[in-house]
């Protein structure tokens, strides 16, 4: 129950092109959904967050969706560049003192030319 | 922009032996955390630390593991016995006051245990 699904593990996107990644989850506990990006030998940054009373939030070229009937929340990033390629993790928060994060299991992007 | 930085980038250490990994969460933070992940793998929760105790641990987070903040601005994580299996990436993350803070991470220390 404390997982967050997310696919898919890797993406092939032309430049231009629209990059979508989405991320499932059971435990209603949740009550903050982080994206981070990663880079190769750097730690998660954060990229864009929503809250579950919102159902989209955007930054820039980057959106989130979130369907809090259906537990689920995507990514997407318009106009994608080759500097986007990185490794995209969806998160979930657990509230309280804590604050836990659960992360999804990470999606691979690459962006060609 | 502050951040978290963490120290050494890279340990490399004897299976059995003790590590210290060090962090130095953003100055006005509160609230800290350890993260590892295993290569290729995702990113997991070890530890929450808030008002010098720890308020949530993970079922990774055995007795061999303790954090301590030994001063204003240090944060450290402690394994007194290293496993094979504790090689991984280890990542320090803080968070200011505030019910929507983010988690900001550092760049992470290698643990390579031989």
């Known amino acids: 129950q404390q997982q967050v699904k997310q696919s898919p593990q890797s993406l092939i996107v032309q430049k231009g092109g629209i990059s979508i990644i989405n991320c499932a989850y059971e435990n209603t506990a949740f009550d903050y959904f982080p994206w981070y990006q990663q880079f190769p030998g750097k730690g998660p940054a954060l990229l864009i967050a929503?809250?579950?009373?919102?159902s989209e939030k955007k930054e820039g070229r980057f959106t989130i969706s979130f369907n809090k009937s259906a537990k689920q929340f995507s990514l997407h990033i318009m106009d994608s560049q080759p500097g986007d390629s990185a490794t995209y993790f969806c998160?979930?928060?657990?509230?309280?003192?804590?604050?836990?994060?659960?992360f999804g299991t990470g999606t691979r992007l690459q962006v060609t030319l | 922009e502050p951040e978290v930085t963490q120290t050494p980038s890279h340990q490399v250490t004897q299976m059995g032996q003790e590590v210290i990994l060090r962090c130095v969460p953003i100055s006005n933070h509160l609230y800290f955390y350890w993260y590892r992940q295993i290569l290729g793998q995702k990113v997991e929760f070890l530890v929450s630390f808030y008002n010098n105790e720890i308020s949530e641990k993970s079922e990774i987070f055995d007795d061999q593991f303790s954090v301590e903040r030994p001063d204003g601005s240090n944060f450290t994580l402690k394994i007194r016995s290293t496993k094979l299996e504790d090689s991984a990436m280890y990542f320090c993350a803080s968070r200011g006051t505030g019910s929507y803070q983010p988690q900001h991470f550092g760049d992470g220390t290698r643990l390579s245990i031989l």
């Open positions: 929503i809250r579950p009373d919102v």
């Open positions: 998160a979930a928060r657990t509230g309280g003192t804590a604050s836990k994060l659960t």
